[in-house]
């Protein structure tokens, strides 16, 4: 069964401080990832998604996450972090054989100004 | 707007009562998921409809829960006899035609239940 494991639910970082969110899952084909975005009070929102090609993937708001299939890793990055990137953060899979997007519990990360 | 609309977005019932939540997908899209958000526990699959169809419903509680995507109309997720453990955000996504394939979803606002 998928499963999806995120290693931290709560961060705390001073603005233009680094960002990594690990993310880890559990699966035995190929798989596609996402990192969802859900800012307070707003709908969750594609960050970015691998499908297949450079491991290395840029999304929005200079967010980029990098896919390392020996290590069952997609980990999100980013170099500076504003006060706006306050959100709740998703790593999701779905695997190629069926049809669920499995949901990890979420990283809840406040940006202090 | 055409993204994934979501009614009623607050919900409140008392423990025994109906809830029942309604799911309008993207323009072009046929294809729903539903899932329930709890504290600290992320998003868990519930149901996967297509219209007319139910595809996947391996997370849907044994009792009292059903969803429906009828023809016409939006896709209905009901829950019966609530109770206070049901209380709990629910979101509404769907997909394109692709959707199934990629994965990738379209989220609503959520509909937020809370039973007294």
């Known amino acids: 069964a998928q499963s999806v494991s995120q290693h931290n639910h709560h961060v705390i970082l001073s603005e233009a401080a680094s960002l990594e969110l690990g993310c880890n899952y559990s699966?035995?084909?190929?798989?596609?990832l996402f990192w969802y975005v859900q800012y307070p009070g707003q709908h969750l929102q594609l960050l970015l998604k691998y499908f297949s090609g450079d491991p290395l993937v840029k999304g929005i708001k200079g967010f980029e996450a990098e896919f390392i299939k020996s290590k069952f890793s997609f980990n999100l990055r980013k170099p500076s972090v504003q006060w706006s990137d306050t959100a709740e953060y998703f790593c999701a899979v779905k695997g190629t054989g069926g049809f669920k997007t499995i949901f990890g519990a979420g990283t809840r990360l406040f940006v202090k100004a | 707007n055409a993204g994934v609309m979501q009614n009623p977005r607050h919900l409140v019932r008392r423990r025994g009562q109906e809830a029942r939540l309604r799911c309008s997908p993207m323009?072009?899209?046929?294809?729903v998921y539903w899932y329930r958000q709890l504290p600290e526990e992320g998003l868990k699959f519930m149901v996967y409809l297509q219209k007319e169809n139910i595809i996947d419903e391996s997370g849907m509680p044994k009792e009292r829960f059903s969803a429906e995507f009828p023809k016409e109309g939006p896709s209905i997720l009901r829950i019966q006899q609530v109770v206070r453990g049901d209380s709990a955000a629910y979101f509404c996504?769907?997909?394109?035609?692709?959707?199934?394939?990629?994965?990738?979803?379209?989220f609503g606002e959520g509909s937020r239940l809370t039973v007294l």
């Open positions: 323009k072009g899209h046929s294809h």
């Open positions: 996504a769907s997909s394109p035609p692709s959707g199934p394939n990629t994965g990738e979803l379209f």
């Open positions: 699966y035995g084909g190929t798989v596609n």
